[in-house]
């Protein structure tokens, strides 16, 4: 099958427009990989340090002919999809020596919950955790004794991080190493349902506790199809996961056999052997294009909007918001998954899961089937489906066929003909909608907007019975360089209420709703943002504003809108506690929403 004519286009725009920043990269990278193994450049003393605690393997690593595999590691017990981690260090070291190579933990990383912090003030640092992330990847792999990294991680900023760390050491291979989710809880929708129900104070907070309890209950990724399970899928569409490796539970024989197949691919991709796969030139256009089009087609979190656009410049590929919006319109919607449908994670797998989706999208020439990934040359690998017979893994045929057309469909019988994100433009901006979950007759909402600064401020309305018509709730200065744009999805269940209360209701804001955001209407992202004197700061409560996500613009009916002068926000609560002095400078140097909202790329 021919590639698909706008994923062509759009892939050639992002190559011509990313000419000279991929050039140059792919420069530094050939020039840092021409050097050869890292160790054998290190002073003797140099390496003496790195080498003092490794036991059986330090005759191995001193005299420098085989692979060091280095292990960046976003392990902690407190994330659930992080806990299973903290027994791959071992694992993988002893996969490594049977596989004729040593492996080290480099170093780790921060890795924070954002359903934890959800709602708190925590959550004004978890966007910039990524550059942290990054960062702190960084100085791991700084110790230049590593022929290839390995990467633990899975939820929302940790991968998206490593992969910046990743690109920034393009010129040696990376795998990524997923953990998988838990196993299906207490269903996502009856979880929504009490939320709604303590949101209009039908139940109380241990009928609410006893319900997020029984979702969210054991080792492994949150089972809804949030930015955690989306970044795995993501890894996998791109080339940097093993095949089938995304939603395999943890703590089960499959899942540790790909594992250590994980460690044996590592080994063999380094410059040693005669197979290298350098990070850096699996992270060209066509891997970027590819994970585009796993977006649109399985729904997936708004909040890589913000990472892949960061993760590209990384690796000197430059992404824009059209491109997002075009591919969107080519790329069929073929899974139904929590909040776009009933199902988890795992019945999604069961389904047929990613090797049966990214099999359909490369039958219809909707993907660059000519890829490099880690498994090999082409996307081809990724059709297929891990599997322990007879104790070996092996990769057999993905199904040809869905196994359940409620949760997944074919590319010519999807659920929708296009991704359902939409870039939105107009007099208050730029930004982007997710309308996979939102239904049809919502996609335009017109009605007066009731302007807020601050999220308590919309759930204390809420409380005293102030939504009694339709309207525009519009939350600005929740911007990068506002407040660290931390996500705004607590107020899902309090406008889901009043939706159902017969209102039309949108969200408009320059701050974030997660992958978990669902059927009410939510322009976000938008820029400029208000902090920086964009749009949104001179609007005023009651201005007339429509969201037409069918149009795709976002626009304010104020003849003198264009005169005024912006509103300024007392932003100075936004500085102090819970670490958030730390990270002035983060807020002084980030870039837009558009371009990913970094602060170190």
Not at 126 to 141: E, H, K, M, T
Not at 440 to 465: T, Y
């Amino acid at each position: 099958m021919s590639l698909n004519s706008t994923i062509d286009r759009v892939t050639d725009r992002i190559r011509e427009r990313s000419a000279q920043t991929r050039g140059d990269y792919l420069t530094r990278l050939a020039a840092a990989a021409h050097q050869g193994p890292a160790r054998g450049h290190l002073a003797c003393g140099n390496q003496a340090h790195a080498y003092a605690a490794t036991g059986v393997d330090k005759d191995a690593l001193a005299a420098g002919r085989v692979p060091n595999i280095g292990i960046v590691t976003a392990y902690n017990d407190m994330l659930s999809a992080h806990q299973p981690y903290e027994d791959y260090p071992k694992l993988i070291r002893d996969a490594a020596r049977k596989a004729g190579a040593t492996a080290q933990v480099a170093g780790g990383v921060p890795a924070m919950c954002d359903g934890v912090t959800q709602g708190q003030a925590g959550m004004e640092l978890s966007l910039f955790s990524r550059d942290v992330i990054a960062l702190s990847a960084g100085v791991a792999l700084s110790h230049n004794t590593f022929d290839a990294a390995l990467f633990l991680g899975v939820c929302d900023k940790i991968v998206p991080g490593l992969v910046m760390a990743a690109a920034a050491f393009g010129h040696i291979p990376a795998v990524f190493v997923p953990a998988g989710p838990m196993t299906s809880g207490l269903p996502n929708d009856e979880k929504s349902k009490v939320r709604n129900a303590f949101a209009t104070g039908e139940v109380g907070r241990d009928v609410l506790m006893a319900a997020e309890m029984a979702s969210y209950h054991g080792p492994g990724t949150c089972t809804f199809y949030g930015t955690a399970n989306t970044n795995q899928m993501l890894m996998e569409f791109m080339g940097l996961h093993l095949p089938g490796a995304s939603f395999v539970n943890p703590n089960t024989p499959l899942r540790e056999a790909l594992t250590t197949y994980a460690v044996e691919r590592a080994v063999a991709i380094t410059a040693l052997g005669n197979d290298f796969r350098p990070a850096g030139e699996i992270l060209d256009e066509r891997a970027y294009v590819n994970g585009l089009v796993g977006l649109m087609a399985t729904g997936g979190s708004t909040n890589l909007v913000l990472h892949l656009p960061a993760m590209a410049r990384a690796s000197g590929v430059l992404l824009d918001l059209a491109d997002f919006d075009e591919i969107s319109q080519a790329v069929p919607l073929m899974a139904k998954v929590y909040p776009n449908g009933l199902a988890d994670v795992n019945h999604f797998h069961a389904a047929g899961g990613l090797g049966y989706m990214i099999g359909q999208l490369l039958d219809h020439g909707l993907l660059h089937g000519d890829a490099k990934t880690v498994a090999g040359e082409g996307l081809r690998h990724y059709r297929t489906e891990p599997k322990l017979l007879d104790g070996r893994l092996t990769w057999t045929p993905g199904s040809n066929h869905t196994l359940n057309d409620k949760i997944l469909r074919p590319a010519s019988d999807p659920f929708q003909p296009t991704g359902g994100l939409r870039q939105l433009s107009g007099n208050l901006g730029r930004g982007v909608i997710k309308v996979s979950a939102v239904a049809p007759e919502r996609h335009i909402i017109e009605a007066p907007c009731r302007i807020f600064h601050d999220q308590n401020d919309v759930k204390a309305a809420f409380k005293a019975g102030e939504f009694t018509s339709d309207t525009i709730v519009v939350v600005r200065f929740q911007g990068p360089q506002a407040n660290g744009m931390p996500e705004l999805h607590s107020l899902t269940p309090m406008l889901s209420v009043c939706q159902d209360r017969g209102l039309k209701m949108a969200l408009v804001t320059d701050g974030r709703m997660s992958g978990a955001s669902g059927r009410v209407p939510a322009a976000i992202h938008v820029s400029p943002e208000a902090a920086k004197g964009g749009p949104l700061a001179r609007l005023r409560d009651g201005d007339i504003v429509r969201l037409d996500a069918v149009a795709g613009t976002l626009s304010v009916l104020a003849a003198d809108f264009e005169t005024r002068e912006p509103v300024t926000a007392d932003l100075s609560a936004n500085r102090h506690g819970m670490g958030r002095e730390l990270f002035e400078a983060f807020r002084r140097n980030v870039g837009t929403s558009e371009t990913g909202a970094a602060a170190v790329i």
